[in-house]
């Protein structure tokens, strides 16, 4: 389970969207997709 989740964590393309799209002050938008997607 450890190597899915560094895998998950490290190499998801959507992870780093959401990230950099928070940094831009697009909080809305990251936590939207972020909460269907993790929930």
Do not use: E, W
């Not at 959401?18 to 939207?32: E, F, R, T």
């Amino acid at each position: 389970h450890l190597n899915r989740n560094s895998s998950f964590s490290r190499g998801s393309p959507m992870v780093i969207g959401v990230k950099c799209a928070d940094q831009l002050g697009a909080n809305h938008i990251p936590v939207m997709f972020s909460k269907g997607k993790y929930t």
